[in-house]
């Protein structure tokens, strides 16, 4: 059991270790630098060389690569070349922002949508069914920027219920924030539900033609308890996956969304630092949602393990022998 | 590179198309928009709220810089000098000037008693002061090129401050008018950026670069007391987002932002509120390098331009919101404008290119959705001369890298400047040999000459003339296709008064909030 979860933190770090190393390089491929970003056009060939030798871009990339490395491990992304601030401050602002929209989202999305998958498929065939069924489609093919768009309509402009962008920038206060949030929130839940919707929804069906599903309901067994006591909690298995892919995104940064909304959290960020070639800041914004990634992966591995004890034994080569030896 | 299509511009043409084709069910007619912003009487005390694209956080409140961020400086500061709206210079800190015989020495004689925001008076000092910040290379000023002639700038008493030319100049004021030359107290440049001391009609309460940011009237404005009582500047770096701003009434106006015609729609049949127009703002080109082996050749950039018409690239790419531009680069509002039209002629055009062995010539035209307008201007213009045989591919590539990558790289493109320069540092910044912003990298000895001689000549109707002569030179020989001047579609809110905006003047003196 421990012997797993170390080599799942192993993998996970070489996972970390390789991102930063495509992220570091990737980076570095981008058309034009931040010299001639950050001069403007009618930079003299002149002052984009002296401002590139100061900010050290014209030194070797494989040095770079290893000092900044060493530097991220203890947390220090450095300085942003456009504002000059620490890269670290900058993106744990902004990272809480981010997580102010995500954290409801995620609650509120992974509840509703694993109740209204189990019950889709405790009345499979049904007309809410369907309903369900249809509307997570819908929703599964709408990119999230129309959702937002029409939600911005709706509750910004027709009914000004919420604002339909922030003002106040990165210095906005947690108040000014809090109503600001509910529109990017639930464009996140309504892109996000669908799937694990649908996932729940099948998984759901699965467990309810099991054996043990059937022998339940023979013995008398209410059918909400089969349904909520023996199929979910086992349902749940597959899904977790989809879960921790759906978290993964919706933390690392919501790009499209945020910039709808102008909300100031990382995706919008990242967004800025593109197009002004902020690189540290582009770098480590990229770590931290390969961080959230691994994170939520080793999270849903380890939930799983939890639910599931088949699984813990599974990993265990003696054990996979004697399974072999039962087989034959 | 490949073409892409921007998701957002993508959406933006569906609702557009949607409203568009509700508007023909109707038997709309094409857009029609107020010509001008309303005007009357704004009530006391009002706040406006005003949403503007911030160039980076990097951004700094440091006029001379080619960062600055260009919504504050108008409200925080005034210029020695100002533009009208046929383009001549008028008074704002300066009464009245004038130059010596031969146009190199100019005395400007400042206006008395006008205090800046902490209470000192401003003195030609700080003028002189201003000007050397301007032409010191650290500073890296985008104004400091065409300021290059200056060789001396003496504080000769506390109101008079002269100028001493390298280079006779007979139109040397109107190179004060730049929004580089915003006037700075003394010994200012290394807080200037964060504090924002003026003399102009607002005094700044709050800076954040890339955020926030609020002024507040100044009492004591020489010109008098602005109409508002305070402005709160927001930044919202994406076009749609502000849009979205406006449609929910969180902001008043929003600056910087030349609607595409779909998105205009949207915003002028919104309750609450309606687009005004600023005439000729957008000056659009297609540059052909000049260094390029496709455009070298005088007659294949003859042929260019004899073949298509700017009528119809104004008709279908701008639904005729501006001018036929005639490959003139100077706008029609400019008293010095060229009132000529060149032929249009795509058979004349066919032959040219046949002589020449070209009669399939067929390259690439970039464009981008750095401007809403770039790809609309681009595929007009490559349908238009298809009639004389010269077959445009349109490639589309992103925006964030368009005037570092493809800008002055690329043979042919679309590009836009604003309008609103003097005709002197128009031609000699965008058109002169080797001069920066040469776009187009066009070169030719004789134009250099003319506009030395329009400079030298002290007399105002033969120096027009030159500069004439100039514009007649552009549109035969040069690398610039000037194929339309659009109209700028600003969004705005209908409580909105007196809103007046021309070139790179804003007035935020009379600027408003509709009464009741």
Same mark, same amino acid.
């Given at each position: 059991?421990?012997?797993?979860?170390?080599?799942?933190?192993?993998?996970?770090?070489?996972?970390?270790?390789?991102?930063?190393?495509?992220?570091?390089?990737?980076?570095?491929?981008?058309?034009?630098?931040?010299?001639?970003?950050?001069?403007?056009?009618?930079?003299?060939?002149?002052?984009?060389?002296?401002?590139?030798?100061?900010?050290?871009?014209?030194?070797?990339?494989?040095?770079?690569?290893?000092? !900044?490395?060493?530097?991220?491990?203890?947390?220090?992304?450095?300085?942003?070349?456009?504002?000059?601030?620490?890269?670290?401050?900058?993106? !744990?602002?902004?990272?809480?922002?981010?997580?102010?929209?995500?954290?409801?989202?995620?609650?509120?999305?992974?509840?509703?949508?694993?109740?209204?998958?189990? !019950?889709?498929?405790?009345?499979?065939?049904?007309?809410?069914?369907?309903?369900?069924?249809?509307?997570?489609?819908?929703?599964?093919?709408?990119?999230?920027?129309?959702?937002?768009?029409?939600?911005?309509?709706?509750?910004?402009?027709?009914?000004?219920?919420?604002?339909?962008?922030?003002?106040?920038?990165?210095?906005?206060?947690?108040?000014?924030?809090?109503?600001?949030?509910?529109?990017?929130?639930?464009?996140?839940?309504?892109?996000?539900?669908?799937?694990?919707?649908?996932?729940?929804?099948?998984?759901?069906?699965?467990?309810?033609?099991?054996?043990?599903?059937?022998?339940?309901?023979?013995?008398?067994?209410?059918?909400?308890?089969?349904?909520?006591?023996?199929?979910?909690?086992?349902?749940?298995?597959?899904?977790?996956?989809?879960?921790?892919?759906?978290?993964?995104?919706?933390?690392?940064?919501?790009?499209?969304?945020?910039?709808?909304?102008?909300?100031?959290?990382?995706?919008?960020?990242?967004?800025?630092?593109?197009?002004?070639?902020?690189?540290?800041?582009?770098?480590?914004?990229?770590?931290?949602?390969?961080?959230?990634?691994?994170?939520?992966?080793?999270?849903?591995?380890?939930?799983?393990?939890?639910?599931?004890?088949?699984?813990?034994?599974?990993?265990?080569?003696?054990?996979?022998?004697?399974?072999?030896?039962?087989?034959? | 590179?490949?073409?892409?299509?921007?998701? $957002?511009?993508?959406?933006?043409?569906?609702?557009?198309?949607?409203?568009?084709?509700? =508007?023909?069910?109707?038997?709309?007619?094409?857009?029609?928009?107020?010509?001008?912003?309303?005007?009357?009487?704004?009530?006391?005390?009002?706040?406006?709220?005003?949403?503007?694209?911030?160039?980076?956080?990097?951004?700094?409140?440091?006029?001379? /810089?080619?960062?600055?961020?260009?919504?504050?400086?108008?409200?925080?500061?005034?210029?020695?000098?100002?533009?009208?709206?046929?383009?001549?210079?008028?008074?704002?800190?300066?009464?009245?000037?004038?130059?010596?015989?031969?146009?190199?020495?100019?005395?400007?004689?400042?206006?008395?008693?006008? $205090?800046?925001?902490?209470?000192?008076?401003?003195?030609?000092?700080?003028?002189?002061?201003?000007?050397?910040?301007?032409?010191?290379?650290?500073?890296?000023?985008?104004?400091?090129?065409?300021?290059?002639?200056?060789?001396?700038?003496?504080?000769?008493?506390?109101?008079?401050?002269?100028?001493?030319?390298?280079?006779?100049?007979?139109?040397?004021?109107?190179?004060?008018?730049?929004?580089?030359?915003?006037?700075?107290?003394?010994?200012?440049?290394?807080?200037?950026?964060?504090?924002?001391?003026?003399?102009?009609?607002?005094? =700044?309460?709050?800076?954040?670069?890339?955020?926030?940011?609020?002024?507040?009237?100044?009492?004591?404005?020489?010109?008098?007391?602005?109409?508002?009582?305070?402005?709160?500047?927001?930044?919202?770096?994406?076009? /749609?987002?502000?849009?979205?701003?406006?449609?929910?009434?969180?902001?008043?106006?929003?600056?910087?932002?030349?609607?595409?015609?779909?998105?205009?729609?949207?915003?002028?049949?919104?309750?609450?509120?309606?687009?005004?127009?600023?005439?000729?703002?957008?000056?659009?080109?297609?540059?052909?390098?000049?260094?390029?082996?496709?455009?070298?050749?005088?007659?294949?950039?003859?042929?260019?331009? =004899?073949?298509?018409?700017?009528?119809?690239?104004?008709?279908?790419?701008?639904?005729?919101?501006?001018?036929?531009?005639?490959?003139?680069?100077?706008?029609?509002?400019?008293?010095?404008?060229?009132?000529?039209?060149?032929?249009?002629?795509?058979?004349?055009?066919?032959?040219?290119?046949?002589?020449?062995?070209?009669?399939?010539?067929?390259?690439?035209?970039?464009?981008?959705?750095?401007?809403?307008?770039?790809?609309?201007?681009?595929?007009?213009?490559?349908?238009?001369?298809?009639?004389?045989?010269?077959?445009?591919?349109?490639?589309?590539?992103?925006?964030?890298?368009?005037?570092?990558?493809?800008?002055?790289?690329?043979?042919?493109?679309?590009?836009?400047?604003?309008?609103?320069?003097?005709?002197?540092?128009?031609?000699?910044?965008?058109?002169?040999?080797?001069?920066?912003?040469?776009?187009?990298?066009?070169?030719?000895?004789?134009?250099?000459?003319?506009?030395?001689?329009?400079?030298?000549?002290?007399?105002?109707?033969?120096?027009?003339?030159?500069?004439?002569?100039?514009?007649?030179?552009?549109?035969?020989?040069?690398?610039?296709?000037?194929?339309?001047?659009?109209?700028?579609?600003?969004?705005?809110?209908?409580?909105?008064?007196?809103?007046?905006?021309?070139?790179?003047?804003?007035?935020? =003196?009379?600027?408003?909030?509709?009464?009741?």
């Amino acid at each position: 059991m421990a012997r797993l979860i170390a080599s799942r933190l192993a993998t996970g770090l070489i996972t970390l270790f390789l991102a930063a190393f495509f992220v570091f390089f990737a980076v570095q491929a981008l058309p034009g630098d931040v010299a001639e970003q950050l001069l403007g056009q009618n930079a003299t060939p002149e002052a984009v060389e002296t401002l590139r030798q100061q900010l050290g871009l014209d030194s070797n990339v494989w040095a770079r690569f290893v000092e !900044w490395l060493g530097n991220a491990v203890t947390g220090d992304f450095g300085e942003s070349l456009v504002s000059g601030e620490s890269v670290s401050a900058t993106i !744990w602002t902004a990272f809480s922002h981010t997580l102010l929209i995500a954290i409801p989202a995620m609650v509120v999305g992974v509840a509703l949508s694993l109740l209204l998958g189990v !019950w889709a498929a405790a009345r499979r065939g049904t007309r809410t069914d369907s309903t369900v069924s249809v509307l997570a489609l819908v929703a599964m093919s709408i990119p999230e920027f129309v959702v937002a768009t029409i939600l911005v309509l709706l509750l910004a402009i027709l009914v000004p219920v919420f604002p339909a962008v922030v003002l106040a920038g990165p210095d906005a206060t947690f108040a000014e924030l809090v109503p600001a949030a509910v529109l990017p929130a639930v464009t996140l839940v309504i892109s996000m539900a669908a799937y694990i919707i649908r996932a729940m929804r099948s998984s759901t069906i699965d467990g309810l033609t099991t054996e043990y599903a059937t022998t339940a309901a023979l013995k008398g067994v209410p059918r909400r308890s089969v349904l909520w006591r023996h199929v979910a909690p086992t349902a749940l298995l597959p899904v977790l996956p989809v879960i921790s892919i759906n978290v993964a995104w919706l933390l690392g940064g919501v790009v499209v969304v945020e910039s709808v909304f102008n909300y100031p959290g990382l995706g919008k960020l990242m967004i800025d630092s593109v197009s002004t070639r902020d690189l540290p800041v582009l770098q480590a914004i990229a770590v931290l949602s390969a961080l959230v990634y691994v994170a939520a992966n080793l999270v849903a591995d380890l939930l799983a393990l939890a639910v599931d004890p088949r699984q813990r034994t599974m990993h265990q080569p003696r054990a996979r022998r004697r399974v072999k030896e039962a087989t034959r | 590179m490949v073409p892409t299509i921007d998701r $957002r511009q993508f959406l933006g043409g569906l609702l557009g198309g949607a409203t568009a084709l509700g =508007l023909a069910a109707c038997g709309a007619p094409a857009l029609t928009l107020p010509e001008r912003a309303a005007t009357g009487t704004a009530r006391a005390g009002a706040t406006m709220r005003i949403a503007r694209p911030a160039a980076s956080a990097a951004e700094t409140l440091d006029p001379a /810089s080619s960062l600055s961020a260009y919504e504050y400086l108008g409200a925080l500061y005034n210029r020695v000098v100002k533009l009208d709206r046929e383009g001549e210079t008028v008074p704002d800190l300066a009464t009245e000037w004038s130059s010596n015989a031969d146009a190199t020495t100019w005395d400007f004689a400042l206006r008395p008693g006008v $205090r800046f925001h902490d209470g000192r008076e401003l003195t030609a000092r700080d003028v002189r002061y201003t000007f050397q910040h301007i032409l010191d290379p650290e500073t890296a000023s985008p104004q400091a090129g065409p300021l290059e002639l200056v060789e001396e700038i003496e504080a000769v008493d506390t109101t008079t401050v002269r100028f001493r030319l390298g280079t006779p100049n007979a139109e040397f004021p109107s190179l004060l008018t730049a929004y580089q030359c915003y006037v700075i107290p003394e010994d200012s440049a290394g807080e200037i950026g964060r504090t924002g001391i003026g003399t102009g009609p607002f005094v =700044l309460e709050s800076y954040t670069p890339a955020g926030a940011g609020v002024v507040r009237a100044n009492e004591d404005y020489f010109d008098g007391r602005a109409t508002l009582d305070r402005i709160e500047f927001y930044s919202i770096q994406d076009t /749609s987002a502000r849009v979205n701003a406006l449609l929910a009434r969180q902001v008043d106006l929003l600056s910087q932002t030349n609607l595409d015609n779909p998105t205009a729609r949207v915003v002028a049949n919104s309750p609450g509120t309606t687009v005004a127009r600023v005439e000729n703002a957008q000056w659009y080109t297609i540059p052909m390098l000049y260094t390029s082996e496709e455009f070298a050749d005088p007659v294949m950039r003859q042929a260019m331009k =004899l073949a298509y018409d700017p009528r119809a690239v104004l008709s279908t790419a701008l639904q005729g919101t501006g001018t036929p531009g005639w490959d003139n680069p100077v706008p029609p509002q400019l008293k010095a404008w060229l009132d000529e039209e060149r032929e249009h002629d795509p058979e004349k055009a066919k032959a040219l290119l046949k002589s020449i062995g070209r009669e399939d010539f067929s390259t690439r035209i970039y464009t981008s959705a750095y401007e809403p307008n770039f790809t609309a201007i681009a595929t007009a213009f490559a349908s238009q001369v298809k009639e004389a045989g010269i077959r445009l591919q349109i490639t589309n590539t992103a925006a964030d890298s368009y005037y570092t990558q493809i800008w002055m790289a690329e043979p042919l493109m679309v590009s836009y400047w604003f309008t609103g320069r003097p005709i002197d540092q128009l031609l000699n910044q965008i058109f002169r040999s080797g001069s920066s912003y040469n776009e187009s990298a066009w070169s030719n000895e004789e134009f250099d000459k003319l506009l030395d001689a329009a400079r030298a000549d002290t007399n105002d109707d033969s120096r027009l003339q030159k500069y004439q002569d100039a514009q007649r030179l552009i549109i035969e020989d040069s690398a610039d296709l000037t194929p339309v001047f659009g109209d700028r579609l600003v969004g705005l809110s209908e409580e909105v008064v007196n809103y007046d905006e021309y070139g790179f003047e804003f007035d935020y =003196l009379a600027l408003g909030l509709k009464e009741g």
